[in-house]
């Protein structure tokens, strides 16, 4: 909550309240001092009058659709009802301009309602920012009737959409996705080379004939078999390392920096995904969640699900993965692995690649 004084009226009645009291006191009688009480009461009864408007205040905000995209438009609907007796006048609605745009609402819009009133807003709305945060109108604006003082107060039911970030190239800008590709890693356990490697097996029915190794047929006096090699395969695992900002701190620096963040974990994901390398992607989503982006499928789940909001259960589950950041390979296998630090303020150090 947030109260504002009118400088100027707030003057004009100190010195009202100040005659009055002269006034009362020189000369009495009940017509002075009904005035005098008149004007004691002003802030106390507009304060009450605004607490009760506030109490019966009813907000319910929603958009078309349950996530968006960053940048999409949709449909946002605010449904407002006054459900007490008391009438609501120019009440001020005041939106979160700094992370979306509203297009038919703008932000100090004065709203009036009758007793028992309703009213229904719709706009066009889109957000800046990919990930989990509160959108719409954050709070609303009461004034006294003399002018006197304005009272802030958060609505009633906040509304936080579900951004999904952008898919780009930031990633395959940062990372030289090409060579870790290419480098020799992991044998893949169900592909295997086109060209037979060194291990053999007796021939068994199907085996190509040219498999047959017959010089060590002949050597042994038995028929076996090349068998082909696993095929390289690089796995790579992306540890996202979440700030732990409390909610109540999350400014538009922050939004900035959880946006760019996603951003670049997806596209990472994306551009792997697409060279069909798997990716396992290490987050905290309350506990620490472990997914293996290998397909269009996996991609998906993991793009849906990341923007529903990175955080952490207590503070041991983010010590741990904190521990698992410096261990950098943990008891993960020995992977490349892309260690994504949200917090970092050094460029060079918001991602490292560790072979």
């Known amino acids: 909550m947030k109260i504002f004084l009118h400088k100027r009226e707030i003057l004009v009645f100190i010195v009202l309240l100040i005659l009055s009291i002269v006034f009362s006191s020189f000369y009495g009688g009940p017509v002075t001092f009904a005035w005098l009480y008149a004007l004691l ?10 607490a009760l408007n506030y109490f019966f205040l009813s907000v319910y905000q929603e958009i078309e659709v349950h996530k968006v995209s960053k940048g999409e438009n949709h449909r946002y609907r605010a449904f407002i009802e006054n459900t007490g007796i008391l009438p609501i006048h120019k009440m001020k609605l005041l939106t979160l301009d700094d992370r979306c745009d509203m297009y038919e609402i703008p932000s100090g819009e004065k709203l009036s309602l009758g007793s028992r009133g309703k009213k229904e807003l719709t706009s066009g709305i889109s957000c800046r920012y990919a990930g989990a945060y509160n959108v719409g109108i954050e709070k609303v604006s009461f004034t006294d009737p003399f002018n006197l003082f304005s009272v802030e107060l958060s609505v009633p039911y906040s509304f936080r959409a579900i951004v999904r970030p952008r898919i780009t190239d930031i990633a395959e800008k940062a990372l030289d996705i090409e060579n870790l590709i290419n480098n020799s890693g992991l044998k893949s356990v169900d592909q295997h080379e086109d060209i037979p490697g060194s291990d053999m097996r007796k021939y068994q029915r199907g085996d190509l004939l040219s498999s047959i190794n017959w010089k060590v047929s002949a050597r042994l006096g038995d028929t076996v078999v090349r068998l082909p090699d696993p095929m390289e395969k690089r796995t790579v695992t992306i540890l996202m390392e979440v700030s732990d900002t409390p909610e109540s701190l999350w400014d538009i620096e922050f939004l900035k920096r959880r946006d760019f963040f996603l951003e ?25 969640k472990e997914q293996t982006v290998d397909s269009y499928v996996s991609f998906m789940e993991f793009y849906n699900v990341v923007s529903d909001g990175l955080s952490y259960s207590s503070e041991v589950v983010h010590n741990k993965l904190l521990s698992l950041a410096k261990e950098k390979r943990g008891s993960y296998g020995a992977d490349t692995w892309i260690l994504v630090r949200e917090e970092s303020r050094d460029q060079s150090d918001f991602c490292t690649v560790i072979d």
């Not at 009461?41 to 605004?50: F, G, H, V």
């Not at 990716?279 to 506990?287: N, R, S």
């Open 264 to 288: 670049f974990v997806v596209s990472a994901a994306w551009h792997f995904g697409q060279q069909s390398v798997p990716v396992k992607i290490i987050y905290p989503a309350g506990e620490i």
């Open 41 to 50: 009461l002003i802030l106390p009864l507009s304060a009450l009058y605004i």
